[in-house]
């Protein structure tokens, strides 16, 4: 059963720091990895998907890196700004069965200025 | 093209009622998703569907929920004789037809059971 850990789960930086969040999976046959952004009360964004052949996704601030082998993901969030607050998480489809998603708890991130 | 479509976003109900969760796909999606999410834990898988077919429901509770998707209209998430423990947050996502597509998530239903 593929299980899906975020750390750290909480997380206050100031506005301008470049940050990474955490994803790791415990088995690493997977379809491919989706990045979600989630605010307070609201259904989820998502903000990159990485297929399994990839090693790399990239939209404007943020960089997704895969490594497959070692069963993790990083989200790279450049020069932080407030509006970057939100929860981050991380959903992972395994190949075969029947192709559902499993979420991380998420990271809880908080820029303040 | 409208995003994925979830009502009613806020309902209330005393134990014992029903609740009806009803989810429209983004057009063109064939696939649908149902996650719970809890206050302070994560998405929990409960139900995947294609049109008129239930793929998965291994993350359904035995009693009381159940789900379709027909050939026609939107998703509906049914939970019969409400207890408190149901109240969650439900999130209905869609996806295109084929395999590891993006997933879209809707705005979720805010079940509060009193």
Redesign the interface.
Same mark, same amino acid.
């Given at each position: 059963k593929q299980e899906v850990t975020q750390i750290p789960a909480a997380l206050s930086v100031p506005e301008g720091e470049n940050l990474v969040l955490n994803c790791s999976f415990t088995d690493s046959a997977i %379809?491919?990895l989706?990045w979600?952004r989630q605010d307070p009360?609201?259904? +989820?964004?998502?903000l990159l998907?990485i297929?399994s052949s990839q090693r790399e996704q990239t939209s404007g601030r943020l960089n997704a890196s895969l490594d497959k082998s070692s069963g993790r993901s990083t989200l790279y969030i450049a020069a932080s700004q407030p509006g970057d607050s939100a929860t981050y +998480?991380c959903?992972v +489809?395994v190949s075969g069965g029947? %192709?559902?998603?499993?979420?991380?708890?998420?990271t809880s991130l908080i820029v303040h200025p | 093209n409208a995003g994925?479509m979830?009502n009613p976003r806020h309902l209330v109900r005393r134990r014992g009622q029903e609740a009806r969760l009803r989810c429209s796909p983004m057009k063109g999606h064939s696939h649908v998703?149902w996650?719970r999410q809890l206050p302070e834990?994560?998405?929990k898988?409960m139900v995947?569907l294609q049109k008129e077919n239930i793929?998965?429901e291994s993350g359904m509770p035995k009693e009381r929920f159940s789900a379709e998707f027909p050939k026609e209209g939107p998703s509906i998430l049914r939970i019969q004789q409400v207890v408190r423990g149901d109240s969650a947050a439900y999130?209905c996502?869609s996806s295109p037809p084929g395999?590891?597509n993006?997933?879209?998530?809707?705005?979720?239903s805010?079940l509060t059971v009193v």
């Amino acid at each position: 059963k593929q299980e899906v850990t975020q750390i750290p789960a909480a997380l206050s930086v100031p506005e301008g720091e470049n940050l990474v969040l955490n994803c790791s999976f415990t088995d690493s046959a997977i %379809y491919n990895l989706q990045w979600f952004r989630q605010d307070p009360g609201k259904g +989820l964004t998502s903000l990159l998907l990485i297929q399994s052949s990839q090693r790399e996704q990239t939209s404007g601030r943020l960089n997704a890196s895969l490594d497959k082998s070692s069963g993790r993901s990083t989200l790279y969030i450049a020069a932080s700004q407030p509006g970057d607050s939100a929860t981050y +998480l991380c959903a992972v +489809l395994v190949s075969g069965g029947s %192709y559902i998603p499993t979420f991380g708890r998420g990271t809880s991130l908080i820029v303040h200025p | 093209n409208a995003g994925v479509m979830q009502n009613p976003r806020h309902l209330v109900r005393r134990r014992g009622q029903e609740a009806r969760l009803r989810c429209s796909p983004m057009k063109g999606h064939s696939h649908v998703y149902w996650y719970r999410q809890l206050p302070e834990e994560g998405l929990k898988f409960m139900v995947y569907l294609q049109k008129e077919n239930i793929i998965d429901e291994s993350g359904m509770p035995k009693e009381r929920f159940s789900a379709e998707f027909p050939k026609e209209g939107p998703s509906i998430l049914r939970i019969q004789q409400v207890v408190r423990g149901d109240s969650a947050a439900y999130f209905c996502a869609s996806s295109p037809p084929g395999q590891g597509n993006t997933i879209y998530f809707g705005e979720g239903s805010w079940l509060t059971v009193v």
